[in-house]
């Protein structure tokens, strides 16, 4: 989590960032209140609901997940999509500053909500953003001025660690927490757990369809960053403020999972959707570069000839 940050921190134009966000103002203020309104009151509202029966500190989990926005990976799932990267890349940046302010000041209130019998102050969920979220992107954005001759092999290999890292996360908790995905089966939790991803993608497509938002590569761009939770201030809540309580860690490993599987399941849908205009498209401008020589000529040709 910290690499990825530093990561972010390496590629972060920030005159194109303000830019983005100028042209399409709309879609990050939008993108702001589905984030952080809408979508936990969903959360909040289907655990008091439907998966009331699931025990309180996977409902603990669940509530970081729904106040955690900004996928550090959304830009490489909009590259796959064929969808608008500068897109991905500007919300991605919105949704995590946004993060860093709404989960210590909402989480307390989410957990509260949903009767859950863990709690956690402001602090305790401030400090551990700030310093291993916050302070590695400025680290990154200093080094990306300063020293920009290092910033393409630090980039690339900062890139790579933090999917490494993740990885071997993912299956270091699966190995250490096996009986207690074990036990969690039976609560219905990963029941539970495939209506995160159906709530992030519900609300992307009422974002882009309610600003009546025709381009596709833009749509899917939008979709895709509100779909995905942002993994990193979930890993810090199941280190710091949670970490001994298992159960919040096992909730937000099967959210995760399951939420990057799904959504990287449209990822690919949209990307085949978009592949065949793509070659139709080169198709018709190879056809029009041959045609272009008779025509050129033709238009060149006097009326007495």
Same mark, same amino acid.
């Given at each position: 989590?910290? *690499?990825?940050?530093?990561?972010?921190?390496?590629?972060?134009?920030?005159?194109?960032?303000?830019?983005?966000?100028?042209?399409?103002?709309?879609?990050?203020?939008?993108?702001?209140?589905?984030?952080?309104?809408?979508?936990?009151?969903?959360?909040?509202?289907?655990?008091?609901?439907?998966?009331?029966?699931?025990?309180?500190?996977?409902?603990?989990?669940?509530?970081?997940?729904?106040?955690?926005?900004?996928?550090?990976?959304?830009?490489?799932?909009?590259?796959?999509?064929?969808?608008? *990267?500068?897109?991905?890349?500007?919300?991605?940046?919105?949704?995590?500053?946004?993060?860093?302010?709404?989960?210590?000041?909402?989480?307390?209130?989410?957990?509260?909500?949903?009767?859950?019998?863990?709690?956690?102050?402001?602090?305790?969920?401030?400090?551990?953003?700030?310093?291993?979220?916050?302070?590695?992107?400025?680290?990154?954005?200093?080094?990306?001025?300063?020293?920009?001759?290092?910033?393409?092999?630090?980039?690339?290999?900062?890139?790579?660690?933090?999917?490494?890292?993740?990885?071997?996360?993912?299956?270091?908790?699966?190995?250490?927490?096996?009986?207690?995905?074990?036990?969690?089966?039976?609560?219905?939790?990963?029941?539970?757990?495939?209506?995160?991803?159906?709530?992030?993608?519900?609300?992307?497509?009422?974002? *882009?369809?309610?600003?009546?938002?025709?381009? *596709?590569?833009?749509?899917?761009?939008?979709?895709?960053?509100?779909?995905?939770?942002?993994?990193?201030?979930?890993?810090?809540?199941?280190?710091?403020?949670?970490?001994?309580?298992?159960?919040?860690?096992?909730?937000?490993?099967?959210?995760?999972?399951?939420?990057?599987?799904?959504?990287?399941?449209?990822?690919?849908?949209?990307?085949?959707?978009?592949?065949?205009?793509?070659?139709?498209?080169?198709?018709?401008?190879?056809?029009?570069?041959?045609?272009?020589?008779?025509?050129?000529?033709?238009?060149?040709?006097?009326?007495?000839?």
């Amino acid at each position: 989590m910290v *690499v990825n940050s530093f990561a972010l921190g390496l590629r972060l134009p920030v005159g194109k960032l303000l830019a983005g966000t100028l042209a399409h103002w709309r879609i990050a203020v939008w993108a702001l209140v589905i984030n952080f309104v809408i979508i936990p009151l969903l959360f909040v509202g289907y655990l008091l609901t439907i998966a009331s029966s699931i025990p309180g500190e996977i409902k603990v989990g669940f509530c970081v997940a729904a106040l955690s926005a900004g996928m550090p990976f959304a830009p490489l799932l909009a590259r796959l999509a064929k969808a608008d *990267v500068v897109v991905a890349t500007t919300l991605l940046v919105l949704l995590t500053a946004g993060t860093i302010i709404a989960l210590p000041l909402g989480l307390p209130f989410a957990i509260d909500a949903v009767d859950a019998p863990l709690d956690a102050s402001a602090w305790d969920i401030a400090w551990p953003l700030l310093l291993f979220l916050v302070l590695p992107v400025v680290l990154g954005c200093g080094i990306r001025v300063w020293w920009p001759a290092l910033t393409p092999p630090l980039m690339k290999w900062a890139v790579r660690g933090a999917i490494l890292f993740l990885l071997v996360n993912v299956n270091f908790t699966l190995v250490a927490f096996w009986d207690l995905f074990v036990d969690t089966w039976g609560t219905r939790s990963y029941i539970a757990a495939i209506a995160g991803p159906f709530i992030g993608l519900g609300c992307g497509y009422l974002l *882009v369809s309610s600003l009546r938002v025709k381009d *596709v590569a833009i749509r899917h761009a939008a979709e895709a960053t509100t779909a995905v939770r942002n993994i990193a201030p979930m890993l810090l809540m199941m280190i710091f403020p949670f970490g001994t309580d298992p159960l919040v860690t096992v909730s937000i490993t099967i959210l995760n999972t399951i939420g990057l599987v799904i959504v990287l399941l449209f990822v690919l849908m949209w990307r085949r959707a978009a592949l065949p205009s793509g070659a139709h498209a080169t198709t018709n401008k190879a056809a029009t570069s041959e045609e272009a020589p008779p025509d050129a000529a033709a238009s060149t040709t006097s009326p007495t000839e």
